[in-house]
């Protein structure tokens, strides 16, 4: 089944590009894609490898134990894993918790706090998102914000869930039955049990949350930052705060693993939202293959990584 699901989003993805390629001018992508300064593609990679690093940085605050360059190799080999692997960004942060849990009590620990931090880059994403919408020349703007807001309500409360009473004690009730009527998964019951302490420890840590989200908008506005530059060397012609908002419902668009590391939702998404601000289907396609392709070079550097510096499970 799972093989059967690999091979319907290498489908689905295929079946996109074919059909995007197939209506668009090749020549003219090619042409877009010819306009790219070559000399600012160094600071490009510059600022992707960097942003990953602030974005490391973010997560090193949540998880103190482990030095920040362990946590920053493993999340260039998680960009692996997230590229090559059916599951996109799910697997990304299963990689993390592999590479880094030595027992179930520790794996409570960094589930919570790899979750957490998707969960407040998710926030930030928005937040930048909110700013662009109000800050672009896209004149629908009520609809896009109505949407970032409420998707952001959303997030606040699964940090603050476990201030929910009834969800809690629901919650810690059927595990002690599972632990009494199946002795089996004691392990997980364990697992489950220090998961929630730890989240607790983190969302009762207001200034913890403020200060991961806060590093998490400087990681968003650079990723912002580098498609900017990427869309003014191939001569389009789009606000930085058009792209924030832009930028965040791609974002959320490739959070759906129906393809193979994004390919055609990519693009789809990309040229649906630029059209709205005036920008044709052709160099939309060029921006968005520049886009996957500096993916790839940080999905390469993942894998040499994993080669190179084989961080095993320790067990």
């Known amino acids: 089944m799972t093989q059967l699901k690999t091979v319907f989003k290498y489908i689905i993805s295929l079946g996109l590009i074919i059909w995007l390629l197939w209506s668009a001018d090749i020549y003219a992508i090619l042409k877009a894609f010819l306009k790219m300064n070559w000399n600012s593609f160094i600071l490009i990679l510059f600022l992707y490898f960097g942003s990953h690093y602030i974005n490391t940085y973010k997560w090193s605050k949540l998880l103190k134990k482990y030095s920040i360059c362990r946590l920053y190799v493993i999340t260039l080999i998680s960009l692996y894993y997230t590229m090559v692997i059916s599951g996109g960004q799910i697997i990304g942060d299963g990689v993390k918790i592999y590479k880094l849990s030595k027992d179930n009590k520790e794996l409570g620990e960094i589930s919570a ?155 789809v998404t990309i040229i649906y939202t630029l059209r709205q601000v005036g920008v044709d289907k052709e160099s939309a396609l060029a921006l968005s293959f520049t886009v996957f392709g500096i993916q790839l070079i940080g999905a390469l550097v993942g894998f040499l990584l994993d080669f190179f510096i084989p961080l095993k499970r320790n067990t």
């Open 113 to 267: 706090s790899v979750i957490i931090d998707r969960i407040t880059g998710f926030i930030a994403l928005l937040v930048v998102g909110i700013i662009g919408v109000y800050g672009g020349t896209y004149l629908d703007k009520e609809n896009i914000f109505i949407a970032f807001i409420i998707i952001t309500i959303l997030l606040f409360i699964s940090i603050y869930w476990v201030y929910i009473p009834f969800i809690e004690s629901f919650i810690i009730n059927i595990l002690k039955f599972i632990k009494t009527k199946i002795t089996k998964l004691n392990n997980f019951v364990l697992w489950c049990l220090n998961f929630i302490t730890i989240w607790k420890e983190y969302s009762k840590n207001p200034f913890l949350i403020l200060f991961v989200l806060l590093i998490g908008i400087i990681y968003q506005t650079i990723c912002v930052w580098i498609l900017f530059i990427i869309a003014r060397d191939i001569k389009i012609n789009v606000a930085f705060f058009d792209l924030c908002w832009i930028a965040t419902i791609v974002s959320i668009a490739l959070v759906l693993p129906i393809t193979i590391a994004g390919i055609g939702v990519r693009e």
